[in-house]
């Protein structure tokens, strides 16, 4: 794979993605809520700042996702539609280079919208308190590590199946994978339950565990979190985003244009 | 190696369902010289463009294989080689015309100094310099297929595969695109397209090839197609005066050409001395004699005529 063909396909991409309108209506949703949450005050200081920074990175979170979900949805789908694919892929272009600029390209643009809802973040705290607040960027760069895994989900299902099916199977998905351990044992106990139990086990046990990349409540309540933790995680994360990226690469592969 | 693309036993087929199938293509074998205008002809459906997808990698072929100079067709070595305009603009339309030309010859691996030099010498060859900053969607047709050459041309390929060039533009487009291909032939580029437009690749190509329903009727030099139609003449004399009816007896002409001062007439060459000396005989001046050649659209039509034939039997 040639380096320098991913970076050209991705800053065409980042380019092509930063004329969507929408793109910009949920940054801007996603920056008002961050910023009324400064007007949470209903049982002083020290519950204000967990409310500021529960309601922040849960709209952080939910936004993020949604912007993700935008931004890959279509952006294999709209270049086979509108053609602009052909003349790109007869000239000296792997598909799978293709495939790597078009996550790269939209994934620097969810960066930098994570990247100013996290300043916004911090600042607020800031001004708040006068302390400052990093362990809200290790929640964020989770975040940030499960857009990408999300993306590249999103991706791998739209070269190949229609829009509104890789809409539903991406939320399946990401719910079915949110769903913690915990709440997996609890279902598990219930003995009606148990062949839906059995199928949200396995499926489970495939796709991603998004709630790995949740440490919000850790975050709010200024829990330690293990330093491996972290690290681990974005390991974890990168390679689901490496398998569905290999996913999308296959099924473009042998498509025909 | 002189071979530029060599096509064997290519096959297309399209699978919609378990029961609908499609064969765009059907064992196509291929074999164009370096330095050839190759004309791709056949009617809307043949298979022209499903052909020249398999050629620059943009589809898999279901059989055969294809070789662009050598190398597999798809590949990137066999993609270094080619330049290609596909029938429809596609392209980023928010991109200025010299950034996208910029772009798409970065993948080439040409530095940005010599891309500059190329691209100016390019938007000159297809006459648009002065929309090298104008923003593609701001191009008219024409102007867009004059584009569309000009990125196909980036990299300075030994071979341009053109699809339908000239479709959907006006008569000045279409002669406009004509000539930008007749100079390419100039420079020995080897240069394959199709078109269903027969006058148009009279006029440009050495050789073609006739495909009809996935299928390759025949292929082969263009003079061999338009060779002449053995042994008729068309034979142009006029009267000093309006002929009579037993003038036109005795020259067995027919009695419709009675009163015309003007005559044209075919007829077959062991005759033709005979029949100058009886006009001679009656003061009927020779105008010209030309050999009757067959047109490129008659062999076409004859050929798939004869396909569509042979296929309901």
């Given at each position: 794979?040639n380096?320098?063909?991913?970076?050209?396909?991705?800053?065409?991409?980042?380019?092509?993605?930063?004329?969507?309108?929408?793109?910009?209506?949920?940054f801007?949703?996603?920056?008002?809520?961050?910023?009324?949450?400064?007007?949470?005050?209903?049982?002083?200081?020290?519950?204000?700042?967990?409310?500021?920074?529960?309601?922040?990175?849960?709209?952080?979170?939910?936004?993020g996702?949604?912007?993700?979900?935008?931004?890959?949805?279509?952006?294999?789908?709209?270049?086979?539609?509108?053609?602009?694919?052909?003349?790109?892929?007869?000239?000296?272009?792997?598909?799978?280079?293709?495939?790597?600029?078009?996550?790269?390209?939209?994934?620097?643009?969810i960066?930098?919208?994570?990247?100013?809802?996290?300043?916004?973040?911090?600042?607020?705290?800031k001004?708040?308190t006068?302390?400052?607040?990093?362990?809200?960027?290790?929640?964020?760069?989770?975040?940030?590590?499960?857009?990408?895994?999300?993306?590249?989900m999103?991706?791998?299902?739209?070269?190949?199946?229609?829009?509104?099916?890789?809409?539903?199977l991406?939320?399946?998905?990401?719910?079915?994978?949110?769903?913690?351990?915990?709440?997996?044992?609890?279902?598990?106990?219930?003995?009606?339950?148990?062949?839906?139990?059995?199928?949200?086990?396995i499926?489970k046990?495939?796709?991603?565990?998004?709630?790995?990349?949740?440490?919000?409540?850790?975050?709010?309540?200024?829990?330690?979190?293990?330093?491996?933790?972290?690290?681990?995680?974005?390991?974890y994360?990168?390679?689901?985003?490496w398998?569905?990226?290999?996913?999308?690469?296959?099924?473009?592969?042998?498509?025909?244009? | 190696?002189?071979?530029?693309?060599?096509?064997?036993?290519?096959?297309?087929?399209?699978?919609?369902?378990?029961?609908?199938?499609?064969?765009?293509?059907?064992?196509?074998?291929?074999?164009?010289?370096?330095?050839?205008i190759?004309?791709?002809?056949?009617?809307n459906?043949?298979?022209?463009?499903?052909?020249?997808?398999?050629?620059?990698?943009?589809?898999?072929?279901?059989?055969?294989?294809?070789?662009?100079?050598?190398?597999?067709?798809?590949?990137?070595?066999?993609?270094?080689?080619?330049?290609?305009?596909?029938?429809?603009?596609?392209?980023?339309?928010?991109?200025?015309?010299?950034?996208?030309?910029?772009?798409y010859?970065?993948?080439?691996?040409?530095?940005?100094?010599?891309?500059?030099?190329r691209?100016?010498?390019?938007?000159?060859?297809?006459?648009?310099?002065?929309?090298?900053?104008?923003?593609?969607?701001?191009?008219?047709?024409?102007?867009?297929q004059?584009?569309?050459?000009?990125?196909?041309?980036i990299?300075?390929?030994?071979?341009?595969?053109?699809?339908?060039?000239?479709?959907?533009?006006?008569?000045?487009?279409?002669?406009?695109?004509?000539?930008?291909?007749?100079?390419?032939?100039?420079?020995?580029?080897?240069?394959?397209?199709?078109?269903?437009?027969?006058?148009?690749?009279?006029?440009?190509?050495?050789?073609?090839?006739?495909?009809?329903?996935?299928?390759?009727?025949?292929?082969?030099?263009?003079?061999?197609f338009?060779?002449?139609?053995?042994?008729?003449?068309?034979?142009?004399?006029s009267?000093?005066?309006?002929p009579?009816?037993?003038?036109?007896?005795?020259?067995?002409?027919?009695?419709?050409?009675?009163?015309?001062?003007?005559?044209?007439?075919?007829?077959?060459?062991?005759?033709?001395?005979?029949?100058?000396?009886?006009?001679?005989?009656?003061?009927?001046?020779?105008?010209?004699?030309?050999?009757?050649i067959?047109?490129?659209?008659?062999?076409?039509?004859?050929?798939?005529?004869?396909?569509?034939?042979?296929?309901?039997?």
């Amino acid at each position: 794979m040639n380096l320098l063909n991913i970076l050209r396909v991705a800053s065409i991409t980042a380019e092509k993605s930063l004329r969507q309108k929408i793109l910009y209506l949920i940054f801007f949703f996603g920056l008002v809520l961050i910023a009324l949450s400064n007007f949470l005050n209903v049982f002083g200081l020290g519950a204000q700042i967990r409310l500021i920074k529960d309601f922040s990175l849960t709209g952080i979170n939910l936004f993020g996702l949604i912007f993700t979900i935008a931004i890959y949805l279509n952006s294999i789908p709209n270049e086979i539609e509108q053609k602009t694919i052909y003349p790109l892929l007869a000239k000296p272009l792997r598909r799978s280079e293709y495939v790597w600029g078009k996550f790269l390209g939209n994934y620097y643009l969810i960066f930098l919208n994570m990247l100013i809802l996290a300043v916004e973040l911090f600042l607020i705290l800031k001004l708040n308190t006068n302390i400052y607040y990093f362990n809200v960027f290790n929640c964020i760069f989770l975040y940030f590590i499960q857009c990408g895994v999300v993306g590249a989900m999103v991706l791998a299902f739209s070269t190949r199946i229609s829009y509104p099916l890789t809409l539903s199977l991406t939320l399946f998905a990401y719910i079915i994978g949110g769903f913690s351990s915990v709440y997996i044992q609890y279902l598990a106990a219930q003995p009606e339950n148990q062949i839906g139990v059995f199928i949200i086990k396995i499926i489970k046990d495939i796709i991603p565990h998004f709630d790995y990349f949740n440490i919000k409540n850790s975050v709010v309540h200024d829990y330690i979190i293990e330093p491996k933790y972290l690290p681990m995680t974005a390991f974890y994360g990168i390679t689901y985003i490496w398998l569905f990226i290999i996913l999308a690469e296959m099924s473009l592969r042998n498509k025909d244009l | 190696m002189n071979i530029a693309i060599l096509t064997e036993n290519l096959k297309k087929n399209y699978k919609y369902t378990k029961n609908k199938n499609i064969l765009a293509l059907d064992n196509l074998n291929l074999e164009v010289l370096k330095g050839d205008i190759f004309g791709f002809i056949g009617p809307n459906g043949a298979g022209k463009t499903t052909a020249i997808k398999l050629l620059t990698g943009l589809i898999q072929p279901t059989g055969g294989k294809a070789y662009i100079f050598g190398e597999l067709a798809g590949s990137i070595r066999a993609k270094k080689n080619i330049g290609y305009l596909s029938e429809i603009a596609y392209y980023y339309d928010f991109m200025e015309v010299d950034k996208l030309l910029h772009f798409y010859g970065s993948f080439f691996g040409i530095s940005k100094i010599k891309r500059e030099g190329r691209i100016k010498e390019i938007l000159k060859m297809v006459d648009m310099t002065e929309k090298i900053n104008s923003k593609i969607k701001d191009l008219s047709k024409g102007m867009l297929q004059r584009f569309g050459i000009a990125q196909a041309l980036i990299s300075n390929p030994p071979l341009l595969i053109l699809d339908e060039p000239t479709s959907g533009l006006d008569p000045i487009g279409q002669k406009e695109i004509k000539d930008i291909i007749l100079k390419l032939k100039e420079m020995g580029i080897t240069i394959f397209f199709s078109s269903h437009k027969l006058t148009e690749v009279e006029h440009i190509c050495d050789k073609i090839g006739i495909i009809h329903k996935g299928k390759m009727l025949t292929q082969g030099a263009l003079g061999e197609f338009l060779k002449q139609k053995e042994p008729f003449l068309k034979l142009k004399f006029s009267f000093s005066l309006p002929p009579s009816l037993e003038v036109l007896n005795k020259l067995n002409l027919p009695e419709t050409l009675k009163d015309n001062l003007l005559c044209e007439i075919t007829v077959h060459q062991k005759d033709l001395n005979h029949f100058i000396d009886k006009l001679r005989l009656e003061n009927a001046q020779i105008i010209s004699i030309i050999p009757e050649i067959s047109s490129l659209e008659d062999t076409f039509f004859n050929l798939i005529k004869e396909g569509e034939k042979n296929e309901s039997s």
